[in-house]
């Protein structure tokens, strides 16, 4: 495991404004922080991939900007991806079976995706300028079929520097994203409204999340950075937070609940670890500080 002792990348001089960016799986919670992210910097030539036709439609309401164009279709799509790579500058990766159950339920439709998706981005782009993969925390010894596909994923970037001579492609290794579209919490929210209880596998399990925001705000850095070291793999250590599964659901509870809410154990899924291997040397945060990010966060 990686000790929280690595460095914030720094900004490059890039021409942020004439630069071309392609976001994957930009309809989605992390690919949408990415995008506004960009945005806020003066980007102005954004091209977002997804296949969901109504979180496309969602996402063009929640940033109507002239500056991005959401593109309809499925990174395994050869012909697709051969012709939005063409002019592409910069790449972030975020498409993917993220769900650790669904990838141990639909191993082939994970590798699709995951694997044979990957591969049709990184054959069309030996001319850009910076390549962002982002990989997971479940890529650390592997115990699940999407922890595979992400640990061989970060191998084809990584084989991608040899390949094309340059040193462009990079990983980033990211926890849980608190808050994001399937997330606990999201999935909280509705068992709170129509229950008023939540569910939890195990309550001694420990997990790691960190904001979209800062995980968006995190990426772009390394996107546009001037000293980023391909041998190293990224973590966002400083906006990371370690936690009990108990503490984050006793949080909850009391930032959305009420009196009468309960927690119910169901047991852990299939390829579910009980600790996660992320940063060796990170405290658990406290049941006040998650009411605190809770409160932020404004789930509805």
Known sequence: ????????????????????????GGSGSFGRSIIKKLLSLGAEHIISISRNEDLI????????????KFKMGDITDKEMIESVMKDIDIVFNTAAIKHVSLAEQNPREAY?????????LLNTSSKVKRFIHVSSDKAI?????????????????????EMYNKDAYFIIRCPNLLGSRGSVTDVWIEQIKKQNKITITNPEMTRYFVSLEDAGSFVV??????????????????????????????????????KNSKVEIVGATAG?????????????????ELVTILKVLNLK
């Open 112 to 120: 699709r995706i995951n694997i044979l998706g990957l591969l049709n």
């Open 141 to 161: 010894g592997v115990m699940n079929c999407y922890g595979a596909t992400k640990l061989l994923g970060e191998y084809l970037t990584r084989e991608s520097n």
């Open 1 to 24: 495991m990686p000790k929280n002792t690595k460095k914030e990348v720094s900004k490059s001089k890039i021409d942020i404004k004439n630069a071309r960016f392609l976001v994957t």
């Open 57 to 68: 439609r969602q996402v063009q309401r929640e940033i109507p900007s002239p500056f991005v």
């Open 221 to 258: 850095n390394l996107g546009l950075s001037k000293d980023a070291d391909i041998k190293q793999i990224y973590y966002p250590n400083k906006q990371t937070k370690k936690y009990k599964l108990k503490d984050l659901a006793e949080a909850f509870i009391k930032v959305y609940g009420d």
């Open 272 to 288: 579910e670890k009980q600790h996660e291997d992320y940063i060796e040397d990170m405290p658990l945060a406290k049941v006040s």
